[in-house]
């Protein structure tokens, strides 16, 4: 049997890209990368993943579990249908895959130095195919997953091995073809990163699957296992089976049908139990030219060698800090976050800290309002919220001033909720909210009637959302009116049972047979209340922020609520396109890139998040303790989900500077934030932070560990050692480059550790 050898152009040995197939059709297909090599049967499975980064190359896939490159998901059948057959075209770069409905895929294969591009170019027979789902790829991996942007880690020294995917357009998601609403569930995993040092117990078993802690509702109680085999997962992008092993998967759905689907993102928990949800159809948002890429290397190069390479070549999101890509531990940097409504000094603070961003979060939620054009405070600047014992200022006068130390200025916004007394919401709702539910008013109704009788009472006994199910929104919209409902009669004639005319102080007004009942989708109580917009709503929300953050001069937002950007039944999907939409905006208006946080990280804003610093407190870290979370398990858990996904690690708004705080607490937080990236939101008032005695001490420790960290002057192997809290450091800056690090032991120093500044990964 003859072989083929199809190369690139010549390139060093090296890092030249091999293609070795066999002529005959259903002979292997071998690709190879830099780092990968994997091989692909003549029934469209690959049954090999090497590591070839070792003088002997090591099999990463599992002996009997091949996977399938690419597989079809039925929707009517609610299953998954694999190729049966694989015939690759090699002038082309064309690999057909046959399905047993007789289904043909194309796909193009783009082999690149550092990673292998797969795109579907067409897709015969595809009715009934809603979606398409590339792998689960099986590896024998059973260290750490990355469940938001699908990696399998060995971080072991003697491995120091990963294999992973990443989509490289907006409707290829993290995920598996059968996730309903496009979100996966926010529940715990059983899997131990380590089966010596982490066993499990007897009655636990990998892949096991557990729910949240506390009552559904609130999210500090959500984090209840502080073992370290409980994994609290954020997606399914990576999934272990029940030896543990790690499984990465992608998929692509055709938005352009209608479709309901029965969505919470925490189904598992009696406040939170599923609702029935239309999904809006998206016309041209299909499944074909769904693109990958997979890719292997040593873990200790990943993040910044392959996937940050993989991002710039395929034009992916890539927001930057300082002039640094902001998944770089380089631009990694805490910022200030404001209490007591007093600003004299914060400006000042936060310049001698070396931090690049205050959050004005002692000013409370901005909500989206478009009856604003994006003026928080009036067209003429004319409002003053920010106290200054010299005179108040709007956002626009404070961010000026502070633009001039470098630092931008930021709010917290709920991210997509249209509240009662915004443009879109009342007293006159928009006709672009999102409806869980349509039906028709059976009989016309005066402006007074409180009798509404509905065509159909299918699911309209459901409670609005799916999170909380807050009675007070529990909303239908007809017209122009809102109207609040509770519950809706067992016999015909159907009506809708404890009504209120006029909600939200919108108008009652007279309403049609056959009128369009709207069953509006919405958020949750607790001062989050809003209506979910449609999508084309949300695309203006989106670019509502880009003219807030232009207009008053900010550069940071910290999401709250944003896991309401799955309450369309989109997903990741809706998280992608509403960020896409934020920041194309910000770049036509010239500004730079929006750093955010928010109250979730999903697959769908990897790329555009810069930090995650949600909640805060013990729960989190506690100094006093050295503990990941002491009074629940949310620091422990959001600690091993961000490390897993290559995000910086946050601990929330934190370690406020007080009388009693001392030089010795924050040379600790500053070692482990830099040995494990991690960042936080510095809780600074100014009153507590002038009754310190050793202020301008911790000013300056806090200022030399972050020029040291911009400068990217700790190995590795420093920073192995930095994350242990049992351990304690001093660090001093000799000159402009350098740096001596002292271990402290029994409270004496010990020998200084040489640290220079990178000047190429440095900034």
Known sequence: MSHILIKNKITSLLTAVSLVILSCTNAPINFKTQYLDISIDNHGFIYSIKDITKEHP??????????????????????????ISADYMASDKILKLTYSNNSV????IEPKDKYLKFTLASLTERNDIEGVQWGAIHTNITNLFGEIIGVARDTSETVNYSLGMLALNDNTLGGNSKTIGDAAPFQYIIHSPDSLQYP????????????????????????AHKEPYYRIVYGNTAEVDDKGRISIVYNSRDRTKKREVFFSLIPNMPANIPNHLEVQPLPGVDFIQSSVALWGSPDSIALKEVIQHIVKAEDLPYPTINGKWVKDP???????????GLYDSIISYT????FKTISLYDQGFIRPDRGNDGYLDGKNFEKKPLKLTSGNLSHREFSDMAAKQGITIGRTPITNALAPGTKDASPIPSDSLHAQQKR???????????????????YMEEIGSWEGHAKSLNIIKIGKELIHYLGVSEEEPFRLLNVERGYWKTTPTTHETNDTIYKLQVTINYGYDGLIPNMELQDLIAEYYADVAYINGLGYYDFDGQEFLFNNGHGYYSAKRFFRKMFEKADEYGIPSIRFTGATLSEGSWHYQSIWNVGGGKNLYDLETREW???????????????????????GGNFPITATSTVEQYEHIQAISVGIGMTYSLRLNQKDVESCPQKD??????????????????PRNIKKLLVKPERDWHLEQTDKNNWKLYPIINNMRKSAIELTRDIAGGY
């Open 200 to 223: 499990l117990p007897d009655d636990l078993h990998e892949g096991q699957v557990f729910t949240l802690g506390g009552n559904g509702i609130s999210d500090v109680a959500f984090y």
């Open 351 to 354: 310049s001698r800290l070396g």
């Open 58 to 83: 090591r099999e990463l896939s599992p002996l009997n579990k091949p996977s399938p490159l690419l597989s079809l998901y039925n929707s009517k059948l609610d299953s998954m249908l694999e190729p």
């Open 105 to 108: 895929a194309e796909i193009s």
């Open 330 to 340: 380089a631009a990694f940097v805490p910022d200030v976050l404001t209490s007591g």
């Open 697 to 714: 001490a911790i000013f300056k420790v806090i200022r030399t560990w972050e020029n040291a960290r911009a400068a990217n002057a700790f």
């Open 440 to 458: 028709l008013l059976v009989k016309s109704i005066s402006k007074t009637d409180t009798i509404i009788i509905v065509d159909d009472p299918k």
């Open 629 to 651: 979370g002491s009074t629940t398990s949310q620091g422990k858990d959001l600690r091993d989900v961000t490390y897993a996904n290559y995000f910086p690690v946050g601990v």
